[in-house]
């Protein structure tokens, strides 16, 4: 008998971390997080005018570093703004500020903003003093922790997801207001998180994640208005690895609603389970066979330091 049939879903322990944990690096000075602060006048924050990229450390090891760099790199090229320094001592600074955070399970943003626009000017091209702002805190789940083993309750927003006509769901972006509003029904209406139909009702993402559904055998995600996810490439991989059937394609609420498993991706969290939607239980109410499956072949291969790169703490 396949052993599998009664795997379940083992997730890891984090080393324990202080309250105040966390340290920036903003244009060239480290600091506590706490101290990180941005002029109100810069773009970044009153016009969201920023790009950002979210890495993550899990045991003292960067997961695909550098494939989240070159996104980033991306990013910063297509919202049109430019890296003080080349993406080599990118790498290194990010190093550094995990190392000097002391954190083995890190959230580590680097983020981009346009600037402070010159006295009585909204020329955005004069904005050339743009911040680089690197930060690492400690780990952070998109749902929360203590229902991973579970499952979330996810609702079907009635909010459609910014059109990539509009801001480039490829380069990560702060345009959060319709996740922002989607999120408080999602509340309201008793869920833990939400996802987000596109104009035409093609299931897009949600606040800070791709998503997946499984039916018949078959690992689905949506292809368009998405970011591309670097754990959504990894879960692609991940099925390749084991011989899954995975279909990039658009698909609707109902047949979500109809799935026979759904998971949600992230590097905020990896592979986490949703065995809930719209108040309707999936399958037994527990993460199913093929989640649970690909959720501890994710940690599992993690652990090993598979596409680890470690941080050099002394
Ligand atoms: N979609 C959105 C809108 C996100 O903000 C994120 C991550 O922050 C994701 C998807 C998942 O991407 P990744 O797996 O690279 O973290």
New binding site residues.
């Given amino acids: 008998m396949d052993q599998r049939v009664n795997e379940s879903i083992q997730v890891p322990d984090e080393h324990p971390f202080p309250d105040d944990a966390g340290v920036a690096y903003i244009d060239g000075e480290f600091m506590p997080i706490a101290e990180a602060k941005i002029p109100v006048t810069d773009f970044g924050f009153s016009r969201s005018d920023v790009t950002y990229?979210?890495?993550?450390v899990w045991n003292g090891q960067f997961f695909r570093l550098d494939?989240?760099i070159d996104?980033f790199a991306a990013s910063v090229a297509g919202t049109r703004l430019t890296l003080p320094f080349g993406t080599d001592i990118l790498r290194e600074t990010l190093l550094e500020v995990v190392a000097r955070s002391g954190l083995r399970e890190a959230y580590v943003d680097m983020i981009l903003t346009r600037g402070v626009p010159p006295r009585g000017c909204r020329d955005l091209r004069l904005c050339t003093n743009h911040s680089l702002i690197l930060y690492a805190v400690p780990f952070v789940w998109?749902v929360p922790r203590e229902k991973i083993a579970s499952g979330g309750h996810m609702i079907i927003s009635d909010i459609p997801r910014i059109p990539k006509e509009s801001v480039n769901?490829k380069y990560?972006?702060f345009h959060?207001g319709d996740?922002t509003q989607s999120l408080f029904d999602a509340y309201e209406k008793g869920g833990d998180t939400t996802v987000l139909p596109d104009a035409d009702g093609n299931i897009t993402?949600?606040?800070?994640?791709?998503v997946f559904m499984i039916r018949e055998g078959a690992v689905f995600t949506g292809p368009d208005n998405?970011?591309?996810?670097?754990?959504?490439?990894?879960v692609l991989e991940l099925c390749a690895e084991i011989g899954v059937e995975t279909r990039v394609q658009t698909f609707k609420a109902d047949d979500m609603r109809a799935a026979d498993e759904i998971f949600i991706?992230?590097?905020?969290g990896g592979i986490m389970p949703i065995t809930k939607i719209d108040h309707t239980i999936l399958g037994n109410g527990v993460p199913g066979p093929l989640t649970t499956r690909l959720f501890n072949l994710y940690w599992a291969n993690k652990l090993s330091g598979w596409h680890g790169t470690p941080v050099n703490y002394d």
């Avoid at 998405?226 to 990894?234: A, N, Q, W, Y």
């Avoid at 991706?265 to 905020?268: G, I, N």
């Fill in positions: 990229d979210v890495v993550h494939d989240h996104r998109v769901s990560k972006n959060w996740f993402e949600g606040p800070g994640f791709n998405v970011l591309e996810g670097i754990t959504r490439r990894t991706s992230s590097t905020a």
